[in-house]
């Protein structure tokens, strides 16, 4: 029987060689169902993003990402689209190199199905481990933001988001306002099973 994929076992390349946080910005273009399998990862202003689809019958998507998000950050949910696939289990797990980790697991078929991550904790970079059957992923069969180029190692860091501006009225009120970004999407989906992991059937 495969060994269980964790992020210890694929933490062997140095990571910290990741591309720029540029590499990662954008929703895949080329992104639909039934391609042969693939992995899917970009990163925009609501936070990380993975989906995966594969012209097999069935085939074993899983991965781990660390740190864990922080509870206050938003939710996480699990998603897949009408295709022949399920949404993956996501399970919080304890990494022994990274600490706090998120896992998933799915047995998918020609349809998409994924998970949204919000965004990372401040000043921390998501590392993401992706395997395909219990396998580590070949760097070619994931495509990294809209221009879908693959990464250099697997697993792979995110780099951290600029900071926004601080000081000034106008930072200092957007965040009082009721409806500031990330504020309203966060209590429309308090979603308390397994820590803020939600279920949804869009991609």
């Known amino acids: 029987m495969a060994a269980l994929l964790t992020t210890a076992t694929l933490l062997a390349p140095a990571f910290a060689l990741a591309h720029p946080r540029a590499a990662f910005e954008g929703r895949p273009g080329k992104m639909r169902q039934g391609l042969t399998e693939r992995v899917w990862v970009w990163v925009d202003g609501t936070g990380l993003h993975i989906r995966w689809t594969t012209a097999a019958a069935t085939r074993r998507f899983s991965g781990t990402i660390s740190p864990r998000p922080s509870p206050e950050a938003g939710p996480i949910s699990a998603v897949s689209n009408a295709g022949e696939t399920t949404a993956p289990r996501v399970r919080m797990t304890e990494d022994p190199d990274r600490g706090p980790s998120v896992s998933f697991e799915a047995s998918s078929g020609p349809g998409i199905a994924g998970l949204n991550l919000p965004p990372a904790n401040p000043g921390e970079s998501y590392v993401v481990a992706l ?17 879908e180029i693959h990464p250099r190692h697997n697993p792979f860091a995110i780099p951290v988001a600029k900071a926004p501006p601080t000081g000034g009225d106008h930072h200092e009120h957007s965040h009082r306002h009721p409806h500031a970004p990330g504020r309203h999407h966060h209590h429309a989906h308090p979603h308390p099973h397994p820590p803020g992991v939600g279920h949804h059937h869009a991609w």
Do not use: K, Q, Y
Not at 132 to 147: E, M, Q
């Open 131 to 147: 395997a395909v059957d219990s396998l580590p992923a070949p760097l070619h069969l994931i495509r990294l933001g809209r221009a």
